[in-house]
């Protein structure tokens, strides 16, 4: 039932480390998108792919790399993992646009918290 | 560029007193303006939004909105708060028709209702 899963919902591991998260929405949405949520909550946007099409890349470190295998999964792998990494990572979806392209609501994951040590 | 402003960290509020959470806005036109809440532990939680018509936007669990334009304001409100309002909430912006630039947020304001 769960409409946007994300795991693993807890990842801790050793700094140098390639780790990976997935993303699955079950909503039929054509766009997905990857957050990142630091220590003081704010909220930045990371990657968006519509379609499988990347269409937003924000900066981010080239570590970071999303991959869309289909529009129902973003995936994100992330190498050489570094203490500034650590935070939480939230996937999210949305519709493909409306009229109003930009009116669209999207759907967030539970967050997949990356502790690097 | 378009951005948010929530200037309050934490807002305290008696359980049963109205509630105000304050955003306010930059844009270089006219903004679609979002709510979403994020309780402990949970992802966001979309509550309501504004696109055009009615100022007054009504949204879940009784909360609502209101836009003004010359204000550049959309607060955030509740007649009767609740302790399981106790949540962060976030304000976002997005321009219409703005092509691929991303929903923006505030750093998120943390309500705490007191029974």
């Known amino acids: 039932d769960t409409a946007v899963s994300q795991t693993p919902k807890y990842l801790v591991t050793q700094m140098g480390n390639d780790k990976s998260i997935k993303c699955e929405q079950n909503l039929g949405h054509d766009t997905m998108y990857w957050y990142k949520q630091d220590s003081k909550k704010f909220l930045k946007i990371m990657f968006s792919?519509?379609?499988?099409?990347?269409?937003i890349n924000e900066t981010v470190p080239n570590r970071f790399s999303p991959k869309s295998p289909d529009k129902a999964h973003l995936n994100l792998h992330i190498n050489s993992l570094e203490l500034g990494d650590s935070a939480v990572y939230f996937c999210a979806s949305s519709p493909t646009p409306d009229r109003g392209y930009g009116a669209n609501v999207l759907t967030f994951g539970a967050g997949s918290r990356l502790t690097v040590l | 560029a378009q951005s948010v402003a929530q200037p309050e960290d934490q807002v305290n509020v008696a359980e049963g007193n109205p509630l105000t959470v304050k955003c306010t806005y930059s844009?270089?036109?006219?903004?679609?303006l979002f709510w979403y809440v994020q309780y402990p532990n949970r992802g966001l939680q979309f509550l309501l939004k504004?696109?055009?018509?009615?100022?007054l936007v009504k949204g879940s669990y009784g909360f609502e909105a209101e836009f003004n334009k010359s204000q550049t304001s959309f607060h955030l409100k509740k007649p009767s708060a609740l302790v399981s309002d106790s949540a962060l909430y976030f304000c976002a912006v997005r321009l219409p028709y703005s092509g691929n630039t991303p929903l923006v947020f505030g750093k998120g304001t943390r309500l705490s209702v007191i029974a």
């Open positions: 504004y696109i055009t018509g009615d100022n």
């Open positions: 844009v270089s036109g006219n903004p679609y």
């Open positions: 792919y519509n379609n499988k099409e990347l269409i």
